[in-house]
């Protein structure tokens, strides 16, 4: 087997989408080896860098130690940044960035709306219907073409892939009231850009079963 | 009058440090011409690009548009890649972007921990303590010389001092019992840097009168 040229991926989290989804996606589309690992949790607990997953650990193939990095947004950027996924330019880099940092937010209410916590539950709601109307017109901006930026893939028609994806299939198993209110934001421009993520060859293995999340792929 | 090459920016946040402080200091050391703003609230949230503060325009030269972002940690990595804060080596640069969301963590938890919601308090306790651990470690690992990365003022220095100076002073507000905790984050190392983003001359004009943020100083 001859050396390759790029490193080699370990990627820790755990058996779910959840903030991990992306992340797969992203290191799949880059082409380089890469393999999963999920952690018996808690006992692995104290031997990630933070506490936490996710974690990725960049295995060098020149005898240096391998590069350890935790958090989910810092993983992606990383990678999208190597592997080119995301556009170079700062600014539509930035405005990438920016969307995706709203996506994390509404994640991360919709674990108080599962608690129960009436603020949570508001600021989803909110969040929510920016979003829908935020990303809907950037992709009525871009021609409706199924892409954020551009006319291909790019880091960010990932990560809307990734977290409606992770939404749902939480929802489905903690909060089922809401699995309705997820597949309320797919407005068609952003089924558009799902449909024509699921339907990347790259991702055909690994996305092959995912119209248990998106019932209208086809 | 020569048009100025170096953009303009306008700040649109609330008048207190919060998390738009690191931003303040970011465009401080970038020595930008940039003013604050901060809107009328809620008035003016339907006029925010995803109805919310932080925003940064990047006033355009020439006859180009403004240049909106929005999200904190989008905002702050635009202005430190673009005007050198930023380490551009992409591991130490993503090394510093950990960091930054670990600190963040704790900060959103602390909301629903002071609250005292089921789970949220061991973890809010969990990353206060990690915290600690990897800031005492990364610090002495660079030379407990005042600075996380290399022998100058970067990205993760500002967020540091950033972190103590606003997190401190909201805690007194909805979580006083907190307050003694996370001033035991500031080990001697943490000290030494806060101290020496203090003394950085670029900074003078900000951090003048910020002794009485940081009650370890007295």
């Not at chain 1, 024509?196 to 019932?215: G, I, W």
Request: proline share 6%; glycine share 6%; hydrophobic share 40%.
């Amino acid at each position: 087997m001859s050396a390759s040229a790029t490193p080699s991926y370990v990627f820790r989290y755990f058996n779910t989408p959840g903030l991990g989804e992306t992340i797969r996606l992203l290191l799949t589309i880059a082409n380089v080896d890469w393999v999963e690992e999920n952690p018996e949790w808690p006992q692995e607990k104290p031997n990630q860098p933070f506490g936490r997953l996710p974690v990725l650990v960049e295995k060098s193939n020149d005898g240096s130690s391998d590069f350890v990095l935790s958090e989910s947004g810092t993983i992606e950027r990383y990678i999208a940044r190597k592997y080119n996924i995301i556009p170079s330019n700062p600014k539509e880099a930035s405005r990438q960035e920016q969307l995706r940092d709203q996506m994390a937010d509404i994640i991360v209410a919709s674990n108080g709306v599962k608690s129960g916590n009436e603020e949570a539950k508001a600021k989803f709601n909110e969040l929510s219907a920016k979003i829908k109307e935020v990303i809907t017109k950037s992709l009525k901006d871009n021609g409706n073409n199924g892409h954020f930026t551009g006319d291909k893939l790019t880091y960010i028609d990932i990560l809307i892939y990734s977290c409606f994806k992770g939404l749902i299939g939480f929802s489905k198993t903690y909060t089922p009231e809401y699995v309705e209110v997820f597949n309320g934001m797919i407005t068609p421009e952003i089924a558009k850009l799902i449909s024509t993520v699921n339907a990347e060859p790259k991702f055909q293995e690994r996305l092959a079963k995912d119209k248990e999340y998106f019932p209208f792929l086809a | 009058m020569f048009p100025s090459e170096k953009p303009s920016y306008i700040f649109k946040y609330f008048a207190v440090p919060g998390i738009g402080e690191a931003t303040r200091l970011l465009l401080t050391a970038a020595k930008v011409n940039w003013v604050e703003e901060n809107p009328e609230w809620p008035q003016e949230k339907p006029n925010q690009p995803f109805g919310r503060l932080p925003v940064l325009i990047e006033k355009g030269t020439g006859d180009g548009p403004d240049f909106v972002i929005c999200e904190s940690a989008a905002i702050e990595r635009y202005v430190a890649r673009k005007y050198g804060l930023m380490p551009s080596e992409p591991k130490e640069a993503s090394r510093q972007e950990q960091l930054r969301e670990q600190i963040f963590d704790i900060v959103n938890i602390s909301y629903a921990a002071a609250k005292g919601a089921e789970g949220f308090k061991a973890r809010f306790d969990e990353l206060l303590a990690k915290l600690k651990e990897v800031l005492a470690m990364e610090l002495k690992n660079n030379g407990s010389n005042g600075h996380f990365t290399g022998d100058k003022l970067t990205y993760i220095d500002i967020i540091i001092y950033s972190f103590f100076k606003f997190f401190i002073f909201n805690l007194k507000a909805y979580a006083p019992e907190y307050v003694d905790v996370v001033v035991g984050l500031a080990t001697p190392d943490v000290v030494k840097l806060i101290l020496a983003v203090k003394a950085d001359p670029c900074l003078q004009s900000r951090v003048a009168n910020d002794d009485q943020y940081f009650p370890f100083l007295a």
